[in-house]
């Protein structure tokens, strides 16, 4: 499955944006999906994850509240709301699929396609 990230931008403190995560090949339900995210000098890190059926959710801490992740299986699309912007959350964000996912499961490792990120900008 390819993936392609789209939706980011430059945005001030406290604004918000949606990003999608297009997939293409496969067909995208088979697939758990993750958003990430790498900011400048610091190692990519896992933010939010989503079950194959979209019924489950998970956040790290540092986003819970504030970023909403959810999915659109028809459209083979995963989204990313991100709310009340910090300067803290600039980043390239991403999103990856993984197989071998149950239909409820929500996984915080292993995943198996990558697609190019979408660049998050945060002025204070």
């Known amino acids: 499955v390819q993936l392609q990230a789209s939706g980011g931008g430059l945005v001030q403190s406290g604004g918000s944006l949606r990003l999608s995560c297009t997939a293409s090949?496969?067909?995208?339900?088979?697939?758990?999906a993750g958003w990430f995210r790498q900011a400048p000098g610091r190692d990519r890190e896992l933010i939010a994850v989503?079950?194959?059926?979209?019924?489950?959710?998970d956040y790290r801490d540092s986003v819970k509240g504030r970023f909403i992740i959810s999915r659109d299986n028809a459209k083979n699309t995963v989204y990313l709301q991100v709310n009340s912007l910090k300067p803290e959350d600039t980043a390239v964000y991403s999103c990856?699929?993984?197989?071998?996912?149950?239909?409820?499961?929500?996984?915080?490792?292993?995943?198996?396609?990558w697609g190019l990120g979408t660049l998050v900008t945060v002025s204070s």
């Open positions: 990856a699929a993984r197989t071998n996912a149950i239909l409820s499961g929500i996984y915080w490792d292993n995943y198996n396609y």
């Open positions: 090949g496969r067909r995208f339900s088979n697939y758990a």
């Open positions: 989503i079950s194959r059926g979209g019924g489950s959710t």
